[in-house]
């Protein structure tokens, strides 16, 4: 029984590092492969709609939400972020593969501010993203030129079974951008600081 174990483990393990080869890399907005631990602006796919990804207070209270900078006055970049993939070793960000998100900027809120998904909106049904806690497994898939962010983690928890996966898109309440999962997918780009 130790031996067939032993085997479906050294089998994952190959696939694992067989699918990692196998998928593009993510590209920034001068072609070149995103890579881990260095930062990178996340700006809309569509210019002249918004600024770039932040973190927004919607309610006076802590956590903050990921959201987008607004187009006026100025257009602001937003925060930059890290990304840091979940197969240790990895140095190049990878198409649908599964990595973590962290904003690299302090907040009035004593917490992490890494992605993580947050509660379900009993209204609309939507699951806002926010930084509070362990970081959620999130991936960047190709659509065209652009890119969307998709929550649907596999590799980071293959015990998970099939989880509600959801594209990344904007919402609009009260005037600010949130980036909300269950909706229209948004379109990004990303540009290295």
Do not use: H
């Not at 990304?83 to 004593?110: H, M, N, W, Y």
């Not at 509600?164 to 980036?179: P, Q, T, Y």
């Amino acid at each position: 029984m130790k031996t067939v174990a032993a085997l479906s483990l050294s089998i994952w393990l190959v696939s694992m590092v067989i699918g990692t080869a196998a998928q593009p890399a993510v590209l920034d907005t001068d072609g070149q492969p995103l890579q881990s631990g260095v930062e990178y602006y996340v700006l809309p796919g569509i210019t002249d709609v918004a600024g770039g990804l932040t973190l927004v207070d919607p309610n006076d209270s802590c956590p903050l939400y990921v959201g987008q900078e607004p187009i006026a006055p100025v257009v602001s970049q937003g925060f930059p972020v890290i990304f840091k993939p979940f197969a240790d070793g990895e140095t190049i960000i990878r198409e649908s593969r599964d990595l973590t998100v962290t904003f690299q900027a302090g907040s009035v809120c004593v917490q992490s501010t890494a992605w993580t998904v947050g509660k379900v909106n009993p209204e609309t049904g939507r699951r806002y993203i926010v930084t509070a806690g362990e970081a959620d497994y999130f991936n960047i898939r190709k659509n065209g030129g652009v890119y969307n962010f998709v929550w649907c983690p596999a590799e980071s928890c293959p015990t998970c079974g099939r989880p509600r996966c959801g594209s990344a898109g904007i919402v609009i309440e009260n005037d600010k951008r949130l980036l909300v999962l269950d909706g229209p997918a948004f379109p990004f780009r990303f540009r290295r600081v």
